[in-house]
T-cell receptor, first 115, second 113 residues
Framework: DVKVTQSSRYLVKRTGEKVFLECVQD?????MFWYRQDPGLGLRLIYF???????EKGDIPEGYSVSREKKERFSLILESASTNQTSMYLC??????????????FGPGTRLTVT | LAKTTQPISMDSYEGQEVNITCSHN???????ITWYQQFPSQGPRFIIQ???TKVTNEVASLFIPADRKSSTLSLPRVSLSDTAVYYC??????????????FGRGTQLTVWP
């Protein structure tokens, strides 16, 4: 079974702190994604990566950055956390374009609260 | 970016068949239709994917008419554990269009005893 793990289930940070959210997948997937999920807004894509050191902006990249130094690990960074970044953060991975499959495998999520 | 329209919520009773319809009028030729299920405090989980006609797996069926402007997820004989949010996605999530799947708000299905 594909496993996507996220470093924390719950996280509380203060405004202005630098926050790192880590995601690891164990199935050699090419693609990795970071979403945030807020009530009434569904999932919104923040950033994604299709290869090591490659990244693309999603729909709401402002206030975030990402890092992918190794294929299995994709980090989301909040440079200076703000209260409007309080949300559920979901990481996902998918096999890649050659597979013909679009299935994304999601982690359990990190509920981040910024106070 | 092919966006979708689906009902905000639906109610059903145990043992009934549930059909959730999704509209995607501007679906592109290369787009696939994918459905995900999400339980509270969990990430979404892939249910089924199709391109045209009908696809069936052990969990659900997906019906896609010839014009592909809509699709219907069919859940046979639902149980309380099928209470979840269901997302309809349309896209070609690879190559230059990677990352362009739109999850939207989904449909909250509530199954009652």
């Amino acid at each position: 079974d594909v496993k996507v793990t996220q470093s924390s289930r719950y996280l509380v940070k203060r405004t202005g702190e630098k926050v790192f959210l880590e995601c690891v997948q164990d199935m050699d997937h090419e693609n990795m994604f970071w979403y945030r999920q807020d009530p009434g807004l569904g999932l919104r894509l923040i950033y994604f990566s299709y290869d090591v050191k490659m990244k693309e902006k999603g729909d709401i990249p402002e206030g975030y950055s990402v890092s992918r130094e190794k294929k299995e690990r994709f980090s989301l960074i909040l440079e200076s956390a703000s209260t409007n970044q309080t949300s559920m953060y979901l990481c996902a991975s998918s096999l890649g374009s050659a597979s013909g499959s679009y299935e994304q495998y999601f982690g359990p999520g990190t509920r981040l609260t910024v106070t | 970016l092919a966006k979708t329209t689906q009902p905000i919520s639906m109610d059903s009773y145990e043992g009934q068949e549930v059909n959730i319809t999704c509209s995607h009028n501007n679906i592109a030729t290369n787009d696939y239709i994918t459905w995900y299920q999400q339980f509270p405090s969990q990430g979404p989980r892939f249910i089924i994917q199709g391109y045209k006609t009908k696809v069936t797996n052990e969990v659900a069926s997906l019906f896609i008419p010839a014009d592909r402007k809509s699709s219907t997820l069919s859940l046979p004989r639902v149980s309380l554990s099928d209470t979840a949010v269901y997302y309809c996605l349309v896209g070609d999530d690879r190559g230059s269009t990677l990352g362009r799947l739109y999850f939207g708000r989904g449909t909250q299905l509530t199954v009652w005893p």
